[in-house]
């Protein structure tokens, strides 16, 4: 019975996104024993996780007092250990575990060069994929795997008290079609302007017979959603991450930009509806044809593969602010309502000819 070990710790959008892996090494091993090391504040996620065996808490601050939650790694002999994280914090939790294979990150593709001496076998990523394939492609790689099984929604495993909030979220969504909204990011450059989005869900709440949950993070998401409240927009609890994805399995459709919402709710078979602006849509929006991005130009005709080189920086933020509540809708609608069938949304389009925004 194989033993194996994922080093991925941080953050938590790139934890979410690597979550695929797991199904793929189910279907390879399907009696295997499953850890996961990670940052002690993202381990709930990853210990609710129906194939994860245990999550392997740490605190990465290197201070005298964390060493013994390092050393506690060497108890376990592994099989296998991939480690997805490709920095030099990773790389010493690769180097103290023991396995009989030690799968990281090539030279082009580590983040930080040290993390390759911790390392028996190392395979370079295509970075032109998207996000989740990147992380597949590693573990693929070593395997000898020229493809993989595509995976399964699921659901985390959630606690008494949580299935209760749940039903009790549930209730208040009085209209035949939930949507959840997820205005937040980590970066403000990411959101869409209020004005924006909350002409967008009017046009939407006029156009659909739709109940609205909006759900929010921190304490700054949390205001925005204040602000976009109405009779049929009710504001959330807090939610923790596990009860977070059983809701979002629930919603008829989850309406966010590029954030962790957006790649949780991507674990789910709900439909997606995404506005990107400095981020690439090619790269981080959700696989699948149920999940549609709408991506605002830069109107300064900066080019990128992957980020904005002014993502945490610009003074602007006009490929966000830029973008029309009625173009947006009017996407939006043509795709809901495709061959009047609202749980099975179009095809993948070409990118839509008005030079403001692509539709993808």
């Known amino acids: 019975m194989e033993q194996i070990l994922i080093v991925k710790t ?13 199904s793929y090494l189910h279907s390879r091993f ?9 940052e002690e504040n ?22 005298l007092s964390n060493w013994k939650q390092f050393l506690a790694l060497r108890k376990e002999n592994y099989d296998y250990l991939f480690d997805l994280q490709g920095n030099i914090k990773s790389g010493l939790i690769t180097l103290l575990a023991r396995s009989k294979v030690k799968v990281g990150l090539g030279p082009k593709s580590v983040r930080e ?26 573990i693929r790689q070593y395997f000898n795997d ?3 099984p595509i995976p399964k929604p699921m659901r985390l495993n959630t606690t008494p008290v949580e299935k209760e909030s749940l039903d009790r979220h549930l209730s208040k969504l009085t209209a035949p079609l939930k949507i959840m909204v997820c205005p937040g990011s980590k970066w403000p450059t990411k959101q869409l302007p209020l004005e924006t989005l909350l002409s967008l869900l009017d046009l939407i709440e006029k156009n659909l017979p739709a109940s609205f949950l909006l759900v929010w993070g921190d304490a700054s998401e949390k205001a925005l959603c204040e602000k976009l409240q109405s009779n049929k927009r009710v504001l959330s609890e807090k939610l923790s991450l596990p009860l977070w994805q ?3 399995s629930e919603m008829d459709l989850v309406i966010a930009v590029d954030s962790s919402a957006l790649h949780l709710a991507a674990t789910t078979q709900t439909p997606t509806f995404s506005v990107f602006g400095p981020t690439s849509p090619n790269i981080f929006k959700p696989i699948g044809n149920h999940h549609l991005a709408i ?23 006009a490929c966000m602010r830029d973008l ?24 993948r389009a070409e990118p839509f000819a008005n030079p403001g925004f692509q539709r993808m």
């Open 146 to 148: 020229a493809s993989a």
């Open 295 to 317: 991506f605002g130009k830069c109107p300064y005709g900066t080019i990128f593969e992957k980020r904005c080189p002014v993502l945490r920086s610009c003074p602007t933020a």
């Open 324 to 347: 029309k509540a009625e173009k947006l809708f009017e996407e939006f609608i043509k795709w809901w309502q495709r061959d009047s069938v609202p749980l099975n949304p179009c095809q």
């Open 113 to 138: 060069w040290p993390n390759i001496l911790a390392t028996h076998i190392r395979f370079e990523v295509p970075q032109h994929l998207n996000i989740r394939l990147q992380y597949l492609s590693l």
């Open 246 to 248: 059983n809701l979002m």
């Open 30 to 38: 399907p009696n295997a024993f499953i850890d996961w090391a990670v």
């Open 42 to 63: 993202l381990s709930p996620l990853i210990s609710s996780h129906p194939l994860i065996r245990k999550a392997i808490p740490l605190k990465l601050k290197l201070k």
């Open 10 to 22: 941080s953050a938590l959008g790139d934890i979410v996104q690597s979550l695929d892996i797991l």
